[in-house]
């Protein structure tokens, strides 16, 4: 298997700063003296910030209730609640016997990634991939539709002519691209579906109501990019599929990265709305759109401003208190106003680069929760580097206390959430979830390499399951399985005669 790129395109643990939120190389020393952070003012917000962000079993029952709830509700009719319950036309999973060349396009972060797979049945399986990683310039993700389509295609057909080796495509055939898009889309057929909304910090204009695969279709033409797009899927739809292809006990994909979302293998019979399209299949996948969920949440003054002041207010409430985009924000928003008015780095001073919103990433507070040394010298060092803050040690350790705060409040809700969907397959279906192994694949750089969240996590899991019952729920991380899903999917709708 060759591959030629390493990292996740839409799954990114990094939101990329405009150029003005450069962090300073050479750090200049802002503070004249060291001053140590007044613990009687930071104390009391601490305190508050804690009890705000506290999950104990009751919140995260009421979530995983709640989260249950609001998808029958979201289930029974379009708009019924919070949780979108798109139906993903998605409606046979991998079974292992595709075979062909097809082309994956994964679009949902600030990179995207183009990847080939030359897939050879239930005996060879995957025989090659090969993939590339392209990052979005931040101004693409502020322009036009057209702009932004215009600069996919073109790097899709650069990548589809350097097409060799291991990969053959059938003479007189048009090469077919799993497309994952992971934004929400209500999806008209496999292969259409209008965009809702964007997220994750997207503004690109003329895209929303419209038709993304008729927007790539007619960027290709335009690029002279001889391609077409036999599948449109979420990302976690993609994830689904390709962990499927190994196993078969896989029924719930999740993301937690820049954004998050979960898809499940849902009963036709359960879907109320789904009467009118008259499903062949016993089952269909059902994207959830969770990011949007927002019943009974634990939050607290920074998150409202945060949201307040979003580009998107009062959207995506449930990504914006556990993904990746918004942890190390929400972390920035408590400490300028520990600095303000609790003297955490001395008097009311505030660093100026910390006035800046997204300054702190979710990788920073990650690295700096990675800290074991006595002095916290790391965080020390992330606080100076990012912000030329010095610190002492009882501030650095209020920051610590704070990011634990943000990860655990985070991971413990994510886990409630993945509670919630078990739950309610299970009520449909009794034994069929927590009476055998049942896998939840999972991808998303914020659990891969965060280990404290995806340690919260898993607490939760077990806390609200019990023991036993959690033993059977093996949440698997399912590194880039999105791009081979995508092109398995692509593959079983494929418009040229097949037998798989
Ligand atoms: C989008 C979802 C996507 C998730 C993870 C969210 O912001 O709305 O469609 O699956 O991010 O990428």
Redesign the pocket.
């Given at each position: 298997m060759s591959v030629t790129a390493s990292s996740p395109a839409?799954?990114s643990f990094h939101v990329s700063r405009s150029p003005s939120h450069k962090r300073v190389s050479k750090p200049r020393v802002i503070m004249s003296a060291v001053r140590s952070s007044d613990s009687l003012g930071v104390a009391p917000i601490l305190t508050k910030l804690k009890k705000d962000c506290a999950t104990p079993l009751p919140v995260l029952r009421h979530v995983a209730d709640a989260m249950a709830f609001d998808m029958r509700a979201g289930l029974a009719v379009d708009g019924g609640s919070d949780l979108k319950m798109i139906l993903s036309y998605v409606d046979t999973l991998p079974t292992g016997n595709e075979k062909g060349l097809f082309y994956a396009l994964d679009l949902?972060?600030t990179n995207f990634r183009v990847l080939r797979v030359q897939l050879g049945g239930k005996e060879e399986r995957v025989i090659a991939t090969e993939f590339e990683q392209v990052s979005i310039p931040q101004e693409l993700m502020f322009a036009t539709s057209e702009e932004l389509f215009n600069f996919i295609a073109s790097a899709l057909g650069k990548f589809a002519q350097k097409e060799g080796g291991n990969f053959e495509l059938p003479q007189g055939r048009t090469r077919e691209i799993g497309f994952t898009f992971?934004?929400?889309v209500k999806q008209t057929s496999i292969k259409s579906g209008i965009l809702i909304k964007w997220?994750?910090g997207f503004a690109v204009s003329g895209t929303a109501g419209k038709d993304v695969v008729a927007c790539l279709n007619e960027a290709m033409e335009r690029q002279g990019t001889d391609m077409q797009v036999s599948a449109l899927v979420?990302?976690?739809v993609g994830t689904l599929a390709g962990a499927r292809y190994w196993d078969d006990d896989v029924m719930v994909a999740v993301?937690l990265?820049?954004?998050?979302?979960a898809c499940y293998v849902e009963r036709a019979d359960a879907i109320p709305k789904l009467a009118k399209r008259m499903s062949k299949s016993p089952i269909t996948i059902v994207?959830t759109?969770w990011?949007a969920f927002s019943n009974g949440l634990p939050l607290t003054e920074f998150d409202r401003e945060m949201d307040a002041e979003s580009i998107n207010p009062g959207e995506?409430i449930f990504?914006k208190t556990i993904s990746g985009m918004y942890l190390g924000e929400i972390v920035r928003r408590v400490l300028v106003k520990m600095a303000k008015v609790g003297g955490l780095f001395g008097g009311s001073y505030v660093p100026e680069k910390l006035i800046t919103p997204f300054f702190l990433r979710t990788p920073d507070i990650c690295a700096m929760q990675q800290d074991t040394s006595r002095d916290l010298e790391a965080v020390e060092s992330v606080l100076y580097d990012i912000a030329g803050i010095k610190s002492d040690l009882s501030a650095r350790k209020t920051v610590v206390d704070i990011c634990d705060t943000i990860a655990k409040r985070g991971g413990r809700l994510a886990g409630a959430g993945i509670v919630g969907i078990l739950q309610k397959m299970e009520e449909d279906s009794k034994g069929v979830i927590f009476g055998k192994r049942t896998v939840v694949a999972m991808d998303g750089g914020l659990y891969e390499h965060y280990p404290q969240y995806r340690g919260y996590l898993q607490e939760a899991v077990t806390e609200l399951l019990g023991s036993e019952i959690s033993k059977n729920v093996v949440i698997e991380h399912s590194k880039d399985g999105s791009g081979i899903g995508a092109a398995l999917l692509a593959a079983a709708n494929s418009k040229y005669e097949h037998d798989f």
């Open positions: 839409v799954r949902g972060g992971s934004f929400p997220t994750k979420n990302d976690t993301i990265g820049t954004g998050t979302n994207n759109e990011g995506q990504e």
